[in-house]
């Protein structure tokens, strides 16, 4: 049972363009999300996370909107950039429990 | 370099055999998690350990089974190995128990059971 969910394994988007990566989770008791980003040959890097009491945050060219009712986030990066391409995952983790529960990834590539 | 360290970067073995992939935590970090990253596959959570105790297990096979010591370095050791097994194994720490702190990952250990 994927808990978290990436139903996009790959998007393509021209550097300076705004891109935007989808994730769905299932279980209500998640309040924490994060996204991490992984290069090739590397681990995953920490992102930007949010809290379930809020419904958007934002680091520079990153914001993280968090739709609870529909249970659903958003990353957006803007502008885009070449070196933005890398891995996206997509995690969360419920009061009192210490694990991130991770969705599939989706593969973002920046191009000229 | 994130910190946490593993060894080794790459295994190649045989079906049926046992290996020990080692993890040392960033400085100072109490927690360790370990995640298997199959081919297009999440991060899938298999067990985590916190000042030398199991703190939390996920889908982890009877074959595996891991052991934090007392210098906070941790081990993952896979048993009657199998072509499956073959991933990315990834181990996490973060200064206390809890996702809120971040988790700092290491580069991996790619496993390649021929």
């Known amino acids: 049972d994927q808990q978290v969910k990436q139903n996009s394994p790959s998007l393509s988007v021209q550097e300076g363009r705004i891109s935007i990566l989808n994730c769905d989770y299932t279980n209500s008791m998640f309040d924490y999300f994060l996204w991490y980003k992984k290069y090739p040959a590397e681990g995953p890097t920490f992102l930007i996370s949010?809290?379930?009491?809020?419904d958007k945050n934002e680091d520079g060219r990153f914001t993280v909107f968090l739709n609870k009712s529909a249970k659903h986030l958003s990353l957006h990066i803007v502008p885009s950039q070449p070196g933005d391409s890398a891995v996206y995952f997509c995690a969360a983790s419920a009061r009192n429990t210490d694990k991130l529960i991770f969705g599939t990834g989706t593969r973002l590539q920046v191009f000229p | 370099d994130s910190g946490v360290t593993q060894t080794p970067k790459h295994l190649i073995t045989a079906t049926g055999q046992r290996v020990t992939l080692r993890c040392s935590p960033r400085?100072?970090?109490?927690?360790v998690y370990w995640y298997q990253q199959s081919l297009d596959q999440g991060l899938q959570f298999l067990i985590q350990y916190y000042n030398g105790e199991e703190r939390a297990k996920g889908n982890i096979l009877e074959r595996f089974s891991a052991q934090q010591f007392p210098d906070l370095h941790s081990e993952l050791n896979l048993s009657s190995l199998e072509l499956g097994d073959s991933a990315l194994y990834f181990c996490a720490s973060t200064i206390a128990g809890g996702s809120n702190y971040g988790y700092t990952f290491g580069s991996g250990t790619r496993l390649t059971v021929v």
């Open positions: 400085s100072g970090d109490l927690s």
């Open positions: 949010i809290s379930s009491i809020k």
